[in-house]
T-cell receptor, first 114, second 111 residues
Framework: SQTIHQWPATLVQPVGSPLSLECTVE??????LYWYRQAAGRGLQLLFY??????ISSEVPQNLSASRPQDRQFILSSKKLLLSDSGFYLC?????????????FGDGTRLSIL | QKEVEQNSGPLSVPEGAIASLNCTYS??????FFWYRQYSGKSPELIMS????GDKEDGRFTAQLNKASQYVSLLIRDSQPSDSATYLC???????????FGSGTRLSIRP
């Protein structure tokens, strides 16, 4: 069966510090991968998605970036965090084998910027 | 702009009653729809997928799809306190391999 791992679970960072969040998927090949952010009490905001290695689509211009160095690895980064980057970051995957399949989420990273 | 709209709630339902959650979507081309449940502080969990007009039942959950009206609903029978959560409706925008999520309806089951 497929599993998705995200780490760390919680992170407290000062303003202006760098960020690296990692997500890996097991049990499937060539997944679609996604990064979302959810502000407290709000809906899901799609940040980036990837349909293959090195292929990244950005949904919202901001100081975040994403990379997909390996088939089942998706990384969210920032060079300098802002207070507004606080939130719940979720990685998700979906199969590319069929075009109508849902996304499955990792446990998320709760990021607090001080 | 493709959108999925939900009433934010909170929707308060007595224990044992039927909870009815509704959603409308703007993209007429969408063929796949999903309901996710999100407990406070946790990640969304898929509970139902529906692809055809009509009803789809899974245990206490029934998803309903009406493509002509661009309307999706979720019924929860015999509501339990453990059903208290935010329910997210989602529509698959398949040409771009991404899902459009509604902002969620907060459901509260009162004993």
């Amino acid at each position: 069966s497929q599993t998705i791992h995200q780490w760390p679970a919680t992170l407290v960072q000062p303003v202006g510090s760098p960020l690296s969040l990692e997500c890996t998927v097991e049990g499937t090949s060539n997944p679609n991968l996604y990064w979302y952010r959810q502000a407290a009490g709000r809906g899901l905001q799609l940040l980036f998605y990837s349909v293959g290695i090195g292929q990244i689509s950005s949904e919202v211009p901001q100081n975040l970036s994403a990379s997909r160095p390996q088939d089942r690895q998706f990384i969210l980064s920032s060079k300098k965090l802002l207070l507004s980057d606080s939130g719940f970051y979720l990685c998700a995957w979906s199969t590319r084998q069929y075009s109508n399949q849902p996304q499955h989420f990792g446990d998320g990273t709760r990021l607090s910027i001080l | 702009q493709k959108e999925v709209e939900q009433n934010s709630g909170p929707l308060s339902v007595p224990e044992g009653a039927i909870a009815s959650l509704n959603c409308t979507y703007s993209d007429r081309v969408s063929q796949s729809f999903f309901w996710y449940r999100q407990y406070s502080g946790k990640s969304p969990e898929l509970i139902m997928s529906i692809y055809s007009n009509g009803d789809k039942e899974d245990g206490r959950f029934t998803a309903q799809l009406n493509k002509a009206s661009q309307y999706v609903s979720l019924l929860i029978r015999d509501s339990q306190p453990s059903d208290s959560a935010t329910y997210l409706c989602a529509s698959l925008y398949s040409s771009a391999s991404k899902i459009i999520f509604g902002s969620g309806t907060r459901l509260s089951i009162r004993p």
